[in-house]
C-alpha cells in the first residue's frame, strides 16, 4: 500500500512555455502533498506543503508564481512551472502524507524536467 | 529549526562487509521520528528503517540497523553483508509530527559505493 504516481517521469520543453507536474495517491487519501526539488548530488529542498482545498504554504525563497500548486482533491496535487526557464530545470518529487503524524510521507519517483 | 548532519559525503566498502553511515541532528523536540532513505540511480526515494524517538531500542530491517543515541542526537545507519544492490545515496530524515500532517527536514546525503 500507500503507492504514489508521479507524472510525467520525464519532460523536455521550450524555454517559456509551462509545464504541469501530477501526483497522485493511489490508494490512500493524502491530506498532504509535499514538493520537493533536488539539484544533481544535492538534497531534497521543500518547495512548498499543500492541503487539500486549501492555498500552498511555500518555503522562503520559493517564487509562489512561478511554481503554481494545486491540490484540488485527496488524491492529486499537480505543480505548474509557469514560463519555464534552463534555470528551472531540476528533478521535481513529489510525496504525499496519510494525515496521521506518526506517518513517514510517501514519495512519488520523480519528475526530470529540462527546458531548452 | 531542525537541522540535520551527515558528515560523510561519500562512502565505499567492500562487497559483504558492514559499513556504518553516520547522521546527526539538532532539535529541541521530544516527539520526532527518524528515518533513513535510499535513492539509488533511479532516484526513487526508498524507505530504508525507521526509528521513533520514544523508543528505546534500535530499530532493524534484515540487513539494516540502526544506533539511535537520544542524547547525542545520533542516529547512525549499519548495513550489514554488503550488497552491489545498496549502491545509493543515503539520506537522513527527520520528522516533526504536527497537528495533522508531518514536516522532514533531510540531511546533505552519503553516496555510498559497494564494490564487488
Known amino acids: 500500500g500507500a503507492v504514489v504516481s508521479q507524472h510525467p517521469s520525464w519532460v523536455i520543453c521550450k524555454s517559456g512555455t509551462s509545464v504541469k507536474i501530477e501526483c497522485r495517491s493511489l490508494?490512500?487519501?493524502?491530506?498532504?502533498m509535499f514538493w520537493y526539488r533536488q539539484f544533481p548530488k544535492q538534497s531534497l529542498m521543500l518547495m512548498a506543503t499543500?492541503?487539500?482545498?486549501?492555498?500552498?504554504?511555500?518555503e522562503q525563497g520559493v517564487e509562489k508564481d512561478k511554481f503554481l500548486i494545486n491540490h484540488a482533491s485527496l488524491t492529486l496535487s499537480t505543480l505548474t512551472v509557469t514560463s519555464a526557464h534552463p534555470e528551472d530545470s531540476s528533478f521535481y518529487i513529489c510525496s504525499a502524507h496519510r494525515g496521521l503524524s506518526n506517518q513517514p510521507q510517501h514519495f512519488g519517483d520523480g519528475t526530470r524536467l529540462s527546458i531548452l | 529549526a531542525q537541522t540535520v548532519t551527515q558528515s560523510q559525503p561519500e562512502m565505499s566498502v567492500q562487497e559483504a562487509e558492514t559499513v556504518t553511515l553516520s547522521c546527526t541532528y539538532d532539535?529541541?523536540?521530544?516527539?520526532?521520528?527518524l528515518f533513513w532513505y535510499k535513492q539509488p540511480p533511479s532516484r526513487q526515494m526508498i524507505l530504508v528503517i525507521r526509528?521513533?524517538?520514544?523508543?528505546?531500542q534500535n530499530a532493524t530491517e534484515n540487513r539494516f540497523s540502526v544506533n539511535f543515541q537520544k542524547a547525542a542526537k545520533s542516529f547512525s545507519l549499519k548495513i550489514s553483508d554488503s550488497q552491489l544492490g545498496d549502491t545509493a545515496m543515503y539520506f537522513c530524515a527527520f520528522m516533526k509530527p504536527l497537528y495533522n500532517f508531518n514536516k522532514f527536514y533531510f540531511g546533505s546525503g552519503t553516496k555510498l559505493n559497494v564494490k564487488p
Open positions: 490508494d490512500f487519501q493524502a491530506t498532504t
Open positions: 499543500s492541503n487539500e482545498g486549501s492555498k500552498a504554504t511555500y
Open positions: 532539535t529541541s523536540e521530544s516527539n520526532y521520528y
Open positions: 526509528q521513533e524517538a520514544y523508543k528505546q
